[in-house]
Nanobody, 126 residues
Framework: QVQLVESGGGLVQAGGSLRLSCAASGRTFSSYAMGWFRQAPGKEREFVAAISRSGGSTCYADSVKGRFTISRDNAKNLVFLQMTSLKPEDTAVYYC???????????????????WGQGTQVTVSS
């Protein structure tokens, strides 16, 4: 497993932008599909975005498509989530997740991931 640490959360006004980062430990990072999930108070965790091992394929939840972009830097063991046009409903704790994959495809199901970060709070004010 990889160890994951998120950063970059904070308070932003609606319409603003934030960039989340996730730093991964270990030498096999490029073997892991990576994803971002979020959980708002009183709600279940939900999928946000995922990226394949190589970074060549991505997928997004409909609610963030066109506003969020996931990317990765395998040389630096980093995953990013660029968030633009933020809305109050984007307020949540955002979690980075990693799962070893043989195939180079993104994964949107949470149960496919076995490494999770501690989360970073994103708050969007109206």
């Amino acid at each position: 497993q990889v160890q994951l640490v998120e950063s970059g959360g904070g308070l932003v006004q609606a319409g603003g932008s934030l960039r989340l980062s996730c730093a991964a430990s270990g030498r096999t990072f490029s073997s892991y599909a990576m994803g971002w999930f979020r959980q708002a108070p009183g709600k279940e965790r939900e999928f946000v975005a995922a990226i394949s091992r190589s970074g060549g394929s991505t997928c997004y939840a409909d609610s963030v498509k066109g506003r969020f972009t996931i990317s990765r830097d395998n040389a630096k063991n980093l995953v990013f989530l660029q968030m633009t046009s933020l809305k109050p409903e984007d307020t949540a704790v955002y979690y980075c997740a990693g799962g070893f994959r043989v195939r180079d495809v993104p994964v949107h199901q949470g149960y496919e991931y076995n490494s999770w970060g501690q989360g970073t709070q994103v708050t969007v004010s109206s």
